[in-house]
Nanobody, 123 residues
Framework: QVQLVESGGGFVQAGGSLRLSCTVS????????MGWFRQAPGKEREFVAT????????IYSDSVKGRFTISRDNAKNTIYLEMNSLKPEDTAVYYC????????????????WGQGTQVTVSS
């Protein structure tokens, strides 16, 4: 129904910054909530941030709050994740999610997922 493409991942030193992008295409008229999740080796997929498409309202995990910012550009059908003060603990594959049923921290509340983009933070 919808397709998501992430970009912007890469390698960065601790304390650095990256900006991830996710563009959604397809049937998007009912796409009210989008988010970012991440998955590190040996761990479950972890909530990062969720945004309400219409008004930009957002929530964050405690581990990234104050360092990461989620935003959206309605005209471009794109959401962003600006990551500052990166730590080695932030190393993970970051996934864009769409079709959320609510402002949720739960992966199963989202219907569509991108393929992920690797973020590696070295010390």
């Amino acid at each position: 129904q919808v397709q998501l493409v992430e970009s912007g991942g890469g390698f960065v030193q601790a304390g650095g910054s990256l900006r991830l992008s996710c563009t959604v295409s397809g049937r998007t008229s009912s796409n009210r909530f989008m988010g970012w999740f991440r998955q590190a080796p040996g761990k479950e997929r972890e909530f990062v941030a969720t945004i309400t498409w219409n008004d930009g309202g957002s929530i964050y995990s405690d581990s990234v709050k104050g360092r990461f910012t989620i935003s959206r550009d309605n005209a471009k059908n794109t959401i962003y994740l600006e990551m500052n003060s990166l730590k080695p603990e932030d190393t993970a594959v970051y996934y864009c999610a769409a079709g959320g049923r609510a402002v949720s921290r739960v992966p199963t509340d989202f219907r569509s997922w991108g393929q992920g983009t690797q973020v590696t933070v070295s010390s």
